[in-house]
C-alpha cells in the first residue's frame, strides 16, 4: 500500500465580501488529491482535502517542499501495519521533517490541507465516515449522529443595506438554522449597532446572534463595542483584537462577562496553549474556533485537544472555524461543541452534503466512506477533476 501522487491546484474562491480586516476580492483555496495504489469497488481510492477560507491556498509551499517529502519516502514508513492502512502520524511527521519549531506561519496551511486529504484516504480505505473511524479509534466507539451548527455570513459588501442583510439572516432561519453570525467593525460603532438591531428584528433573540470582529479592535474600541452590545445578551462576542494579543484578550474578560469566542488564527496547539495560559479565556462561558485546515491537520488538531483537557477545558467548548466537513467529521467523532457553517459564502467549499437538512440547528453526515466529499456534488466535481484527470 502506498501513495502513488499528490497532486495540487489553487482554485479561486473570491467574492466581493469583507469583514473587518480583509475583503475576498482576490481569495484563494488549494485543493490537494491524494492517490494511493488502493483499490475500492474497482478504482484506485483518492483521499482530498482543501484548505479553509481567509488563508490563501498554499500550493507553492507544497510544490517547494511538502509534497516531495512524501512521494520520496519509503512508502514502508508511512504505513499504520496494525490497521493495514495509512499512518497519519507518520505522514505528518514526514512533511514535517526539517521544518523548524515555532514561527507557523501557514506552512501549517499546506500541511492542514495535505492532512485532510490523508485523513479522508484512511476512512476510505478503511470504508467507514471520518468520524466513525476516530469515534471507533479514540473515543470507544461513540459519536455524535448531529452537530450543532450557526449560519456565519453577515458580511459587508458594496451595496449591502439592511434589508438585505435581514433577508440573509432570515434566510439562514427558514434553512433551519437557530444561531446566526454578522461581522461587526469595518463601519463605525454607530452604525454597527443600527446594524445589530436590525438582525435582532429577524432573529428576536439576542442569544441567536453572533457577532465577529475579525481581530480589528485595539483594547479600547474592543471595550467600547463590548459596552454597547453587552445590553443585548449576545450569543458570542468573537476575535476582537489581534490573534495574538493574550493580554488583550485577557483584560476584555474584566469588561465583558458574556461568552466570548476566539481561536481561528491559532494554528498550532503551542498557540493555543498559550491563549489558555494568558488569554484569560473562561472554559465555563467562553468558546475556542481552532481550525484544523489551518493549523496543521487532525494530527496536529488532536495534540490541541489533549492540551485543551490538561487544562481543564472540556471539548465541548470548540466550535471550528471555517464551515467544513472535515470539522464537521471531528466534531461528531470527537465531541466538540458545533461547527460553523457558511450556507451561501466560499462556495463549493462551505457547506456540508447535498440533501441534509439543518433542523433545530443541528445537522447529520452523510453515511459514506471518507470526510464526506462525494455527497456533496458541487464539491466533489472540483476534488474529481484534480485527482481522476
Ligand atoms: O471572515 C472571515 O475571515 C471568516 C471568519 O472570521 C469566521 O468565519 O469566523
Ligand atoms: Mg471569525
Known amino acids: 500500500m502506498r501513495i502513488v501522487d499528490i497532486r495540487e491546484k489553487t482554485v479561486s474562491i473570491a467574492s466581493p465580501i469583507a469583514n473587518a480586516y480583509i475583503d475576498f476580492s482576490k481569495m484563494t483555496c488549494s485543493v490537494v488529491a491524494v492517490i494511493t495504489d488502493v483499490i475500492r469497488d474497482g ?27 512524501i512521494t520520496e519516502a519509503d512508502p514502508d514508513t508511512l504505513i499504520d501495519h496494525a490497521n493495514n492502512n495509512l499512518d497519519p502520524f507518520a505522514i505528518w511527521k514526514t512533511l514535517m521533517t526539517n521544518e523548524k519549531p515555532g514561527g507557523h506561519g501557514e506552512r501549517s496551511v499546506a500541511v492542514g490541507t495535505i492532512d485532510m486529504a490523508v485523513w479522508d484516504a484512511v476512512a476510505k480505505i478503511e470504508g467507514k465516515p471520518l468520524y466513525r473511524l476516530l469515534a471507533d479509534r479514540y473515543r ?65 433573540d439576542g442569544r441567536r446572534l453572533a457577532v465577529d470582529a475579525n481581530g480589528r479592535f485595539d483594547l479600547q474600541t474592543g471595550i467600547a463595542y463590548a459596552e454597547a452590545i453587552k445590553p443585548y445578551n449576545l450569543f458570542w462576542y468573537e476575535e476582537v483584537g489581534d ?135 458541487a464539491l466533489y466535481a472540483v476534488m474529481r477533476e484534480l485527482g481522476e484527470s
Open 43 to 69: 478504482k484506485p481510492v483518492i483521499g482530498y482535502g482543501f484548505n479553509s477560507n481567509g488563508r490563501y491556498g498554499q500550493g507553492a509551499l507544497m510544490r517547494d517542499r511538502f509534497l516531495a517529502r
Open 140 to 204: 470507544n466507539g461513540v459519536a455524535d449522529d448531529k452537530v450543532w451548527v450557526y449560519a456565519a455570513g453577515g458580511y459587508y459588501y458594496p451595496g449591502k443595506d439592511q434589508t438585505k442583510l435581514k433577508a440573509e439572516m432570515q434566510s439562514y432561519l427558514d434553512r433551519g438554522y437557530d444561531v446566526v453570525k454578522m461581522k461587526i467593525g469595518a463601519v463605525p460603532l454607530d452604525e454597527d449597532i443600527r446594524r445589530i438591531e436590525a438582525v435582532l428584528e429577524v432573529v428576536g
Open 243 to 377: 490573534p495574538l494579543d493574550y493580554a488583550l484578550q485577557a483584560e476584555l474578560a474584566n469588561h465583558y462577562e458574556l461568552p466570548m469566542a476566539t481561536g481561528e488564527n491559532l494554528f498550532s496547539h503551542q498557540d493555543a496553549r498559550n491563549l489558555l495560559r494568558h488569554g484569560g479565556m473562561r472554559p465555563d462561558r467562553d468558546y475556542l474556533q481552532f481550525d484544523c485546515a489551518l493549523s496543521y491537520g487532525l494530527v496536529e488538531y488532536m495534540r490541541t485537544l489533549k492540551v485543551m483537557e490538561e487544562m481543564g477545558w472540556s471539548s465541548r467548548r470548540v466550535v471550528p472555524h471555517g464551515g467544513h466537513q472535515m470539522s464537521l467529521n471531528i466534531a461528531a467523532g470527537l465531541h466538540l461543541g458545533g461547527n460553523e457553517s457558511y450556507p451561501d459564502v466560499f462556495q463549493p467549499f462551505g457547506g456540508f452534503a447535498d440533501g441534509i437538512q439543518v433542523e433545530n440547528g443541528y445537522v447529520g453526515l452523510p453515511d459514506i466512506p471518507g470526510v464526506g466529499f462525494e455527497a456533496k456534488s
